[in-house]
């Protein structure tokens, strides 16, 4: 299973961006999708999961809404009201199980670049 993930770049302050991330391969069915980000000297962290709830980090909530489309096995970060700390790579994640196949498995994208200039 591969992750495609699109949509980062460099974006002034107050702007926009909208994530995207789609999974491709054997997929029976996809359990939790999500985004993390990782910022340079910093440890990788949750931003928006969706799955059986929808969770925020709590810097993001009000300005970032997550989405997916079950039929493209595909997630979105739509993110609003940016701000030079949202600055980082972003990851997407999903948990899915393949056709033929028992258990869960975890699979990452390669990461995309969010840079918010002031």
């Known amino acids: 299973v591969q992750l495609q993930a699109s949509g980062g770049g460099l974006v002034q302050a107050g702007g926009s961006l909208r994530l995207s991330c789609a999974a491709s391969?054997?997929?029976?069915?996809?359990?939790?999708m999500a985004w993390y980000r990782q910022a340079p000297g910093k440890q990788r962290e949750s931003v928006a999961n969706i799955g059986d709830s929808i969770d925020y980090l709590d810097s993001v909530k009000g300005r970032f809404t997550i989405s997916r489309d079950n039929t493209k096995n595909a997630v979105y970060l739509e993110m609003n009201s940016l701000n030079p700390e949202d600055t980082a790579v972003y990851f997407c994640?999903?948990?899915?199980?393949?056709?033929?196949?028992?258990?869960?498995?975890?699979?990452w994208g390669q990461g995309t670049q969010v840079t918010v200039s002031s």
């Open positions: 391969g054997n997929i029976d069915s996809i359990n939790d």
């Open positions: 994640y999903v948990k899915y199980r393949l056709y033929g196949r028992r258990g869960w498995y975890d699979a």
